[in-house]
């Protein structure tokens, strides 16, 4: 999607720190962290929200969950524990229409969030 600002760092168009990145997926640093650490996830191709997907796209989102983990150990949150969201829509809490992944770590996570 030509407008979308997640499209233009997924291609390297816009600088972003790039903490993860395979074929498919980036994941890069908030610019607005809501943890030590929050880092998003994203699928290199545009899907406005999550209720795009469908059964082929099953491999894609497990890929994000995958790499999401894998970020967790390399920022060495996997032994206290961290927090993946997926936010979808308005009501709940997505703010930029293109699929993502929240990796929020490195303090005390409450229930319920927001």
């Not at 999550?50 to 894998?70: H, M, P, S, W, Y």
Request: with cysteine; hydrophobic share 40%.
């Amino acid at each position: 999607m030509a407008d979308c600002i997640f499209c233009k760092i997924g291609a390297h168009q816009i600088q972003a720190m790039v903490v993860y990145e395979d074929n498919e997926i980036l994941a890069f640093r908030d610019i607005n962290p809501q943890a030590p650490v929050h880092i998003l996830v994203i699928p290199k191709k545009h899907y406005d929200s999550i209720n795009e997907f469908c059964d082929t796209d099953a491999q894609l989102l497990g890929r994000l969950v995958v790499a999401g983990t894998k970020i967790a150990r390399q920022e060495k949150l996997a032994e206290r524990g961290y927090r993946l969201v997926l936010n979808t829509g308005v009501d709940g809490g997505q703010s930029v229409a293109h699929v993502h992944l929240h990796l929020m770590g490195g303090r005390s996570m409450h229930w319920p969030p927001g």
